[in-house]
């Protein structure tokens, strides 16, 4: 039972590049959700998803973009790195809103 | 502006001693509570939850106590153990969002 997978793991990009972090959920969950985590600062909700075809942004989604095409798949895009994203980002999901959130394993980014 | 305060940013305790994390929030559409638990190099993980009509759930060592009218919520570990030393973070749901506090780092010593 995979559960929530997050690839890559490691990244370093340089400064203006951009990539996609990918996560997949095997749950069959309605609720996506992506985090940035920061010492001393927690998570902070980047922008989440109540099901296939609908985003939201959360607290902090300037420099990032989203899609949710299918159930399973809920990817985030950096355009134009800047080391200001430099993080480790979680994707996480959950049967609905007041449910268990189950998280993957995260990715590390550096942006140098 | 965080919408949920939690303190203190670290904390440590004794083996066998009381650890006590706390948390505010100040947007009373938050209806359901929850902490999570995180191990290094491990992604969060549920550790018990509570809904604002309840003031106290028990989970084995784990109690979270909830005062509605004060919008402040706890979390106890009764007889703290070195395998609790981990990160812990309070959260709060409103609808299809997900927030969370900015964590506490336990460590607990034989």
């Known amino acids: 039972n995979a559960g929530v997978t997050q690839t890559p793991k490691f990244r370093i990009l340089k400064i203006g590049q951009s990539m996609t972090l990918q996560c997949t959920q095997d749950m069959n969950h309605n609720y996506m959700y992506w985090y940035r985590q920061d010492p001393g600062m927690g998570l902070k909700l980047i922008y989440y998803s109540v099901g296939a075809g609908i985003t939201d942004k959360g607290e902090v989604p300037n420099g990032y973009n989203v899609s949710r095409s299918t159930t399973e798949d809920f990817p985030l895009r950096l355009e134009l790195a800047a080391p200001s994203q430099t993080s480790v980002y979680f994707c996480a999901s959950s049967y609905s809103r007041a449910t268990e959130a189950f998280f993957g394993q995260g990715t590390r980014l550096t942006v140098v | 502006q965080q919408q949920v305060k939690q303190s203190p940013q670290s904390l440590i305790v004794q083996k066998g001693g009381i650890s006590i994390i706390n948390c505010a929030y100040e947007?009373?559409?938050?209806?359901?509570f929850p902490w999570y638990q995180q191990f290094p190099g491990k992604g969060p993980a549920l550790l018990i939850a509570i809904r604002p009509d309840v003031s106290e759930k028990k989970e084995g060592r784990f109690t979270i106590s909830f005062n509605k009218s004060a919008k402040q919520f706890s979390l106890h570990i009764m007889d703290s153990q070195p395998g609790d030393s981990a990160t812990y973070f309070c959260?709060?749901?409103?609808?299809?969002?997900?927030?969370f506090g900015t964590g506490t780092r336990l460590q607990v010593f034989p």
């Open positions: 947007n009373t559409a938050f209806d359901y």
């Open positions: 959260a709060a749901s409103k609808p299809d969002k997900l927030i």
